[in-house]
């Protein structure tokens, strides 16, 4: 049975079988084991308070994934009464008072989902890794993979997109640049300012095909 005080400086508590550290079991195998073979162990000895000193003995105990247990010599929701008067709390069954508790629970709902949400960009961001164990980190880890993944498959979407958009413009221009050099050749009549115009016209076409070739071949390096 365990003794109400340390039996040393350490932190360990006396039991029939030895020592027992007093801090958390990390196996969660273990830590179930445990917390089963206590509780029991607890509501059992709550019953017999109640019944070898004619006690009125409310017990409530909640599991690490939100399970409630209990214990009531009497009625649970009387007991519970009876303490909130005798601690000077408001009365459950106002109606005031059952909106005050339900925004108090809608707020503090808020704040573990606000906690729980900055711990997890912590972590995906690297921060704060020392709370985790092997499981946890394979799993971020794997988190982490595929959001890279899915990055990565976005980039290559984009710089897909935007190559097929130059390639489409590269070939318009092309064609343009034929359609107009079939034209000026149709057209010419000798006179060296149409000649002029016309290779102007041309050697500003062959410059836009030369820029779009340039971006197009950088699009494909980025791609690769």
Known sequence: ML????????????????KVEMKRIENPTSRQ???????????????????????????????STG?????ASHDMDRSIGKYRSEV???DSSNPQFRTMEF??????ELKRSINTLEAR???????????L????????????????ERVRSRKRRIVSDHATLLKRRHKELHEDNTRLQKRLKELHDGNLSSTIVGENVCSMFQQRILQ?????????????
């Open 3 to 18: 003794s109400p005080t340390p039996s040393d400086g350490c932190g360990f508590k006396e039991m029939g079988r030895g």
């Open 121 to 131: 960009l912590k972590h995906l961001s690297g921060e704060d890794l020392l709370s």
């Open 88 to 90: 000077g709390l408001p």
């Open 33 to 63: 084991v445990t917390f089963s073979k206590r509780r029991n162990g607890l509501l059992k000895k709550a019953f017999e308070l109640s019944i070898l000193c004619d006690a009125e003995v409310a017990l409530l105990i909640f599991s």
């Open 103 to 108: 925004w108090r629970s809608e707020i503090e």
């Open 133 to 148: 164990g092997m499981r946890d980190l394979k799993q971020l880890e794997r988190q982490l993979k595929i959001g890279v």
């Open 67 to 71: 399970k409630a247990y209990q214990f």
């Open 212 to 224: 779009d070739e340039n971006l197009l071949k950088e699009a494909e390096k980025v791609s690769h």
